[in-house]
C-alpha cells in the first residue's frame, strides 16, 4: 500500500498516522512527551483560483520541501490533507521547542520566493503530548491552536490596516 503523498513527496496521511500512533505508544510506555505542529497554507484557494492548480501544486511541492530543510531528521512530515501538514517530532520535544521550530518554517516560507505575485503564508498550530491523550485529541488540539493564531493574525492585520487609515484621515483633516 501506498505511503507517500504522490504530489508532496511527504508521508500520506494513512502513514503519517500510523507513525503518531508508534510515537504515542513509545511516549506512554516510557513515560515521555512528544509535540506535533499542524501546518496550513493561507488562502490557498486564492492561489488556485488566481494563478491556477499547477501553481497551487507547485507551492505544494516547494512547501515540502522547505519543511524537510526546516526540521531534524528524526522528526516526520506528512501531508495531512489538502493544504494541510503534519509535523510529528520524536521523543521528548516539549510544546516550547515545537512553538520556536513552528516560527522558524513560517519565516523560512515567507522569505521563500513561490515565483507568485503574492506573499505564500502559513498558519500553524502546536499541541503536546499529555498523558493518556489519543492522537485525535493531540490533533484537534494543534487545530485549534492554529485557527486561534490565525484569528490573532488577522486582528492585528485589521488592526494595523485601521491605525493607517486613520492616521491618513487625520492627515487630510489637519
Known amino acids: 500500500m501506498a ?5 508532496s513527496g511527504l508521508h500520506n496521511r494513512m502513514k503519517i498516522e500510523s507513525l503518531c ?20 497554507i493561507d488562502r490557498f484557494k486564492s492561489i488556485n483560483d ?3 492548480h499547477n501553481a497551487g501544486d507547485m ?7 522547505i519543511l524537510l530543510q526546516s ?3 528524526i522528526d516526520e512530515v506528512g501531508r495531512w490533507g489538502g493544504e494541510e501538514f503534519l ?16 516560527e522558524k518554517i513560517r519565516i523560512n ?10 506573499v505564500v503564508t502559513i498558519s500553524t498550530g502546536v499541541a503536546q503530548y499529555e498523558d493518556s491523550e489519543t492522537i485525535e485529541k493531540i490533533v484537534q488540539q494543534a487545530m485549534k491552536d492554529s485557527i486561534m ?17 486613520h492616521k491618513i484621515h487625520y492627515a487630510i483633516i489637519f
Open 109 to 118: 516560507i515567507l522569505n521563500n520566493d513561490f515565483g507568485l505575485d503574492q
Open 21 to 40: 500512533n508508534l510515537e504515542l505508544e513509545r511516549a506512554k510506555r516510557y513515560r515521555e512527551t512528544f509535540s506535533v505542529i499542524l501546518i496550513d
Open 50 to 52: 488566481i494563478y491556477g
Open 3 to 7: 505511503t507517500i503523498d504522490q504530489l
Open 149 to 165: 493564531r490565525k484569528i490573532t493574525e488577522e486582528t492585528k492585520y485589521i488592526c494595523t490596516k485601521i491605525t493607517y487609515i
Open 87 to 102: 509535523i510529528l517530532f520524536l521523543p521528548n520535544t516539549k510544546i516550547a521547542q515545537a512553538y520556536a521550530i513552528a
Open 71 to 73: 526540521v531534524r531528521s
Open 59 to 65: 507551492v505544494i511541492r516547494a512547501l515540502s520541501c
